[in-house]
């Protein structure tokens, strides 16, 4: 999967495009992708952060993407997910990356992580178990 096809993909979901995200690296193993501020991400309109469920819908929307052996395959059902908030996400551009960590026929477990400027720093953690179907 190139990361043209990866992203046409994510232009057809509405949520996706609601997202905002652009996917800026692929392999067979990992996905990583940015994700602009913008007034409609805003939990905390004093502090000017990312509300929670959109950094873990940002998360989820990647590693089911990461998942997909065959771009046009139905998408990945989450069959679970974790999600640790480690520090606010102020405003600026949110990048994620979603590593797979284990993948049989039917299910895969991807973790995530996502930070703002410095990938040392997280914003936030999550692990997902999606179906394969």
Same mark, same amino acid.
């Given at each position: 999967?190139?990361?043209?096809?990866? =992203?046409?993909?994510c232009d057809r979901v509405p949520f996706f495009r609601f997202l905002d995200? $652009?996917? $800026? =690296?692929?392999? !067979?193993?990992? @996905?990583?992708? =940015?994700? #602009? +501020?913008?007034?409609?991400?805003?939990?905390?309109?004093?502090? !000017?952060?990312?509300?929670?469920?959109?950094? /873990? %819908?940002?998360? !989820?929307?990647?590693? %089911?993407?990461?998942? @997909?052996?065959?771009?046009? /395959?139905?998408?990945?059902? #989450?069959?679970? @997910?974790? *999600?640790?908030?480690?520090? #606010?996400? +102020?405003?600026? $551009?949110?990048?994620?990356?979603?590593?797979?960590?284990?993948?049989?026929?039917?299910? /895969?477990? *991807? !973790? $995530?992580?996502?930070?703002?400027?410095?990938?040392?720093?997280?914003?936030?953690? /999550?692990?997902?178990?999606? @179906?394969?179907?």
């Amino acid at each position: 999967m190139n990361i043209s096809d990866i =992203q046409a993909r994510c232009d057809r979901v509405p949520f996706f495009r609601f997202l905002d995200f $652009t996917i $800026t =690296q692929a392999d !067979e193993t990992h @996905l990583v992708a =940015q994700m #602009p +501020f913008a007034q409609r991400h805003i939990g905390n309109p004093i502090l !000017e952060t990312y509300h929670g469920g959109i950094i /873990a %819908s940002f998360m !989820e929307a990647i590693a %089911s993407i990461c998942v @997909l052996d065959d771009i046009n /395959a139905a998408p990945a059902k #989450p069959i679970n @997910l974790n *999600v640790d908030y480690l520090r #606010p996400g +102020f405003a600026g $551009t949110l990048t994620t990356r979603a590593t797979i960590t284990k993948k049989g026929r039917r299910m /895969a477990s *991807v !973790e $995530t992580e996502a930070w703002l400027e410095d990938e040392a720093k997280p914003v936030a953690k /999550a692990l997902f178990h999606f @179906l394969l179907v």
